[in-house]
C-alpha cells in the first residue's frame, strides 16, 4: 500500500502500522462481505449503504495521500538518480532521499478531513434534522397568502435509516410547525417503497 509509506513517515510504532493496516483491511473486508452477498432482488440495504459510504471514504482518503506522495516522488527519483551517479562512496544503501515528515502530516491531515466527515455523515450526520425558516415576501402575493406556511422536505432516502427514535423525532419536528402544506422534495426513498414502510 502506497498511503502505507505516509503512515511510516509520520511515526515508527509499529503498533500504529499494524492498527492502520487492521483498519483498511477490515473496511475491504466488509465491503467485500457486502458485495459477495448482495441480493439484487432484496434491493439497496444498509449493508450496501455503509459499503458505498466506507468505499467513498477510504478511497478519497487513500488518493488524497498517494496524489501527494507522487507529486513527493516526482522530486525524489530525480535526487535519488543524481545521488546514484554522483556519489563515489555508495555507501548508503538507497539513494532516495527520505520523505518529508511534514508532507505526511499535512496529507494524513488533508485526507482525514473527508474521511471523518464521510463517515460522521453515515453514523451521525443523517439524523441531524434542522428546521430553516425563511420569509417569503411577494409584492403581488395574493392576501389569501398572507400567513400560509410551507414546509419542505427533502432528499430523506428513508432507507438510509436505522433508527426509529431519530426518525420519530424528525416527523416530530415536522408536525410541530403545523404547516399549511407539506412538500416532499428529492428522493423519498433509495431504491423501492417498501423502504418507507414502518
Known amino acids: 500500500m502506497y498511503s502505507f509509506q505516509c503512515i511510516r513517515t509520520l511515526t515508527q510504532n509499529k503498533i500504529v502500522w499494524t492498527l492502520y493496516c487492521l483498519i483498511v483491511f ?28 466506507l468505499f467513498f471514504a ?14 513527493e516522488d516526482i522530486y525524489r527519483v530525480p535526487q535519488a538518480i543524481y545521488t546514484f551517479f ?15 515528515k511534514i508532507l505526511s502530516q499535512i ?5 482525514s478531513i473527508p474521511f471523518g466527515a464521510i463517515l460522521y455523515g453515515m453514523i451521525r ?5 434542522k428546521v430553516l425558516k ?7 402575493l395574493p392576501k389569501s397568502f398572507d400567513g400560509f406556511t410551507i414546509t419542505q422536505i427533502s432528499d ?7 433508527n426509529p427514535q431519530k426518525v420519530e423525532y424528525g416527523l416530530d419536528l415536522v408536525n410541530k410547525q403545523k404547516s399549511d402544506v407539506i412538500l416532499f422534495t428529492g428522493e423519498i426513498v433509495n431504491n423501492t417503497s417498501e423502504e418507507s414502510y414502518p
Do not use: M, W
Open 26 to 53: 477490515v473496511i475491504i473486508s466488509y465491503i467485500s462481505y457486502s458485495v459477495i452477498n448482495y441480493d439484487r432482488a432484496s434491493g439497496f440495504n444498509h449493508s450496501i449503504s455503509y459499503s458505498i459510504g
Open 58 to 71: 477510504l478511497f478519497i482518503f487513500q488518493s488524497l495521500i498517494i496524489l501527494g506522495l507522487l507529486i
Open 134 to 140: 425563511y420569509d417569503i415576501l411577494y409584492d403581488d
Open 107 to 111: 496529507l494524513f491531515l488533508l485526507a
Open 86 to 100: 554522483t556519489d563515489e562512496s555508495k555507501q548508503s544503501e538507497t539513494f532516495f532521499p527520505q520523505r518529508r
Open 156 to 162: 430523506i432516502h428513508c432507507g438510509s435509516f436505522d
Open 125 to 129: 450526520g443523517k439524523y441531524n434534522f
